[in-house]
């Protein structure tokens, strides 16, 4: 769905063009919702950055100390949506495929059994490898901390890619960090390893006018696609606005149109076993959707919002929301450690203070 005035839309080259919000009961229940008086044992809503894009145009901004609109914030798997990002880059220019198997570019994968794994089901998280992603709650028994942390810290792909096969390849969904990695060490193949330090840069970060952007790798080279990108609220707001334009940037298609639906339509693989009821998790192509489960007679993942809302998400509240419908791109950065942050009940607050067409 094309939005209109698409070639009329300001963008963001180098700074966002500013239209503050008017003050309203609406934007303070946002920001009260958002920085409410923080605890000093780290419970409650701990927003660090919160900006909203309307119409291409930073309209509300605010931070918590010692966040600034200056200071890059790590993303978390965030991370990974700009994994989808360069992947649509290179679909674009011909260098990869949604069916290419990724043992094609990748050598781990290209024994029997892992041969059969595909981009679309890394970007669906659909390896079919055998993984664990818990975090503080399991920390002895997840892959994903010992990916990190400890035994597969110096080559984070080549750890994960030496997993068994627990389910056929595309059938289920299992959210997984590493197939994340194996993506991002799949990419060096892809575009060739001479462009592949650059490649983050040269594809996406220029052309967007990301200029905060710091991407960690691991010893073996390999960006962590994953978990540790680190940006700004300010730019990453502008790959969120990537995607509204549907891949569209100062007049260059640097993504296509169908890549973008791709991204943004559930998974396939979600939901042949049964979903819990306050399961709001709803994953796309390394992105999370608000679709419903109609086999399961699953509502909206966030009732309170447009159903053609989606989000890159993050460890500890990091947040890219998409409204393709209200036009808008909200980036919240946070320090939420105990689950307060309620996805659904904060979207309701921006929708309520900016779910209307401008001058109404």
């Known amino acids: 769905m094309a939005l209109p005035a698409l070639a009329q839309d300001p963008y963001p080259s180098p700074r966002w063009e500013q239209a503050p919000a008017p003050e309203s009961p609406q934007v303070k229940a946002l920001l009260d919702y958002s920085f409410p008086p923080r605890a000093a044992d780290r419970s409650g809503v701990r927003t660090d950055g919160l900006v909203v894009i309307r119409g291409g145009r930073l309209v509300l901004e605010r931070y918590q100390l010692p966040y600034d609109a200056n200071k890059p914030h790590l993303a978390w798997s965030?991370?990974?949506?700009?994994?989808?990002?360069?992947?649509?880059?290179?679909?674009?220019?011909?260098?990869?495929?949604?069916?290419?198997?990724?043992?094609?570019?990748?050598?781990?994968?290209?024994?029997?059994?892992?041969?059969?794994?595909?981009?679309?089901?890394?970007?669906?998280?659909?390896?079919?490898?055998?993984w664990a992603e818990t975090y503080e709650s399991a920390p002895l028994t997840s892959s994903v901390v010992a990916m990190l942390y400890t035994l597969g810290r110096d080559d984070m792909a080549a750890w994960t890619a030496s997993h068994p096969i627990k389910v056929e390849p595309g059938q289920r969904h299992s959210y997984s960090s590493g197939d994340t990695n194996l993506l991002s060490a799949a990419l060096r193949g892809v575009v060739g390893e001479e462009a592949y330090r650059e490649f983050p840069w040269a594809a996406l970060f220029e052309p967007l006018g990301m200029t905060s952007v710091t991407w960690e790798q691991d010893a073996s080279g390999t960006y962590v696609g994953s978990s540790y990108l680190y940006a700004t609220p300010r730019d990453m707001a502008r790959l969120g606005y990537l995607y509204l334009r549907r891949g569209r940037w100062q007049g260059a298609q640097l993504i296509r149109e169908a890549w973008v639906d791709f991204s943004t339509r559930l998974a396939p693989a979600y939901g042949h076993e049964p979903v819990a009821m306050d399961d709001d998790s709803r994953p796309g192509g390394h992105w999370w959707v608000n679709q419903g489960v109609e086999s399961q007679d699953q509502p909206l993942a966030w009732p309170s919002a447009p159903a053609d809302t989606y989000t890159a998400w993050g460890h500890w509240g990091q947040y890219i929301f998409v409204i393709p419908s209200l036009d808008l791109v909200v980036?919240?950065?946070?320090?939420?450690?105990?689950?307060?942050?309620?996805?659904?009940?904060?979207?309701?607050?921006?929708?309520?203070?900016?779910?209307?067409?401008?001058?109404?």
Do not use: C, M
């Open 331 to 360: 980036v919240r950065t946070g320090d939420d450690r105990d689950g307060s942050f309620d996805r659904n009940r904060f979207l309701g607050h921006v929708v309520a203070a900016f779910g209307r067409a401008e001058g109404e």
């Open 78 to 130: 965030v991370s990974k949506s700009f994994i989808n990002a360069l992947y649509g880059v290179a679909e674009q220019r011909g260098l990869v495929k949604l069916s290419d198997p990724v043992g094609r570019y990748y050598r781990p994968l290209q024994q029997e059994g892992y041969d059969r794994i595909r981009v679309e089901h890394l970007l669906h998280w659909a390896s079919g490898l055998d």
